[in-house]
């Protein structure tokens, strides 16, 4: 944009100058003409050196164009009179910067500062009325031409005229070019968007399950991203119809590197539950964490989650910086938070982070249900800034456990669909309701 507008620019000043070395030949004014040569030629210059490829800025060029115009337009009104409006052109190139120098404001502002000071004291005082002024033409070599009304109207005319269309020209040069910009990243956003589609297309595909077969249990799950790729992701872990545990997990960050990650790790997880079905779920997930680290390499993204393990009377389970799920007593008829009897320390995936985790043994026999999520349904915020809270959850865990799991899914989506209104998702949501039948 700044190349086009410096082109431009440069352009219309050469052509202006070209235009000029006439109108001085007209008025007799020799001193000017042979300036107005050399302006041709540095203006000649600058744009060949405006197209060179290995050009990296427009700062210098600009600055010697703006020296060349000072000293241009102030000669001109000694020779021929401040009426004649020659400064203008300095006025004019003063509003060029801006353009000129993509957006750069500690370059710009001094230059449009200083020719914006310029054009008033020369539009204000007339120094042709200063005592020292004829000393300074004397000592210039400068010999004033006397005009005519109608050349004064003539020069006035034409440098206010080719003022206002250099800078009519670069308003719509701009707004052209910040058009086709916005246009082209209208394109891309399109085809980024396409391509997040597909992913996101390609990430469900990947982590759908069917887990009816799964005898003596009651199962339904929910993940919707924040934007396209979800950084949430589960896994369930079946011998045949049984059901041997299952495993959720928070990805840090969003969209396309957090979704790439959670590719990754699923299989690293998946394949160590099953490495060895004797050890501890704790030991599983050290694994877990170690091939991770070694596996991501420089990747900075870690995840939370959860692993469980399931017995015909319990659940084994490690909560790695997860929220805790939600537990319902059959046979309490109670629903509350699950109380931690372990602790474990750290996330998963962070070099030379130190991680201890712990299992923690839960009592889950017919009846019992678990229901495990993501921060993102606890953080998920409304039109007033308040987050849904676990609270709120809750409360509509509780309202719903007479339901089976897939109608309680749905009773608890309806209280996060109310509560959220039209206040866009702030992270991705991951739900599951597990009931042992």
Not at 196 to 207: D, G, H, P
Request: proline share 3%.
């Amino acid at each position: 944009m700044a190349t086009y507008i410096g082109f431009a620019a440069t352009l219309c000043a050469l052509l202006y100058h070209i235009t000029v070395i006439f109108v001085f030949l007209w008025l007799g004014v020799k001193q000017m003409v042979l300036y107005n040569v050399f302006s041709v030629t540095l203006f000649a210059v600058i744009l060949l050196l405006i197209i060179l490829p290995k050009k990296k800025s427009l700062v210098v060029l600009f600055t010697i164009a703006m020296i060349e115009v000072i000293i241009h337009q102030i000669l001109a009104e000694c020779f021929v009179g401040q009426d004649t409006k020659f400064h203008f052109i300095i006025f004019m190139a003063g509003l060029l910067p801006y353009f000129v120098f993509d957006y750069r404001l500690k370059l710009s502002t001094p230059m449009t500062v200083i020719s914006g000071l310029l054009f008033v004291t020369l539009e204000v005082i007339d120094f042709s009325s200063l005592a020292c002024f004829p000393n300074f033409l004397r000592f210039m070599h400068i010999t004033p031409v006397a005009l005519t009304s109608s050349k004064i109207v003539f020069l006035k005319t034409m440098n206010i005229s080719f003022s206002i269309i250099l800078i009519v020209i670069t308003i719509l040069l701009f707004s052209y070019l910040v058009a086709q910009s916005e246009s082209r990243l209208t394109r891309q956003n399109l085809m980024l968007e396409g391509e997040i589609k597909r992913a996101s297309i390609i990430q469900q595909a990947f982590f759908k399950q069917d887990v009816s077969d799964a005898t003596d249990w009651n199962i339904a799950y929910f993940n919707r991203p924040m934007a396209g790729v979800s950084g949430d992701f589960f896994d369930f872990y079946t011998t045949g119809p049984s059901l041997d545990g299952f495993g959720i997990f928070d990805v840090s960050g969003h969209g396309i590197s957090s979704g790439l990650v959670t590719m990754l790790v699923k299989n690293i997880i998946h394949q160590e539950f099953y490495n060895d079905m004797e050890i501890p779920v704790w030991k599983i997930l050290t694994k877990i964490n170690d091939r991770i680290v070694e596996e991501k390499g420089e990747v900075e993204n870690y995840l939370t989650g959860i692993i469980v393990r399931f017995t015909p009377e319990q659940a084994e389970m490690v909560i790695a910086g997860h929220p805790t799920p939600l537990i319902f007593k059959a046979g309490s008829g109670k629903c509350d938070y699950l109380k931690k009897t372990t602790e474990s320390t750290g996330a998963i995936g962070i070099a030379g982070f130190p991680a201890f985790y712990d299992s923690q043994f839960v009592d889950f026999t017919h009846g019992d249900r678990l229901f495990f999520f993501s921060d993102g349904v606890t953080d998920i915020l409304n039109e007033k800034k308040e987050s849904f809270g676990k609270i709120r959850l809750l409360r509509a865990f509780a309202e719903s456990v007479d339901l089976d799991t897939q109608a309680q899914m749905e009773y608890i989506k309806e209280k996060i669909s109310q509560f959220q209104g039209t206040t866009p998702q702030n992270d991705d949501i991951s739900m599951i309701c597990i009931r042992r039948v």
